[in-house]
């Protein structure tokens, strides 16, 4: 588990580099920095130009409605040299 700490400290650009952190001070940043993130998403130029997607489909009580389709992250990377995607990396910490 420390090792995920160790990535996520590595990953999230707000974290001080030089300055000891907590566990929670970690998780605080990556919460703030997805955040961060989600609202570059939203108000994105490319996303903006495109129409809202269609109203979900009224469901009966007790169902689960599926989730709202999502533009894909590749159609959104256009520096690959930002990208993350470096060797080792995984979707998963392991």
Do not use: F, W
């Not at 030089?18 to 609202?39: F, G």
Request: proline fraction near 17%.
């Amino acid at each position: 588990m420390n090792d995920c700490y160790s990535r996520l400290r590595r990953l999230v650009p707000t974290i001080p580099p030089n300055k000891k952190v907590s566990k929670v001070e970690i998780l605080q940043h990556v919460i703030d920095y997805i955040l961060d993130l989600q609202l570059a998403l939203e108000t994105h130029p490319a996303l903006l130009r495109q129409p809202p997607p269609p109203a979900p489909p009224h469901h009966p009580a007790g169902t689960c409605p599926a989730a709202p389709p999502r533009t894909p992250l590749t159609a959104l990377n256009t520096d690959p040299a930002g990208a993350v995607n470096k060797q080792g990396d995984s979707i998963l910490c392991r």
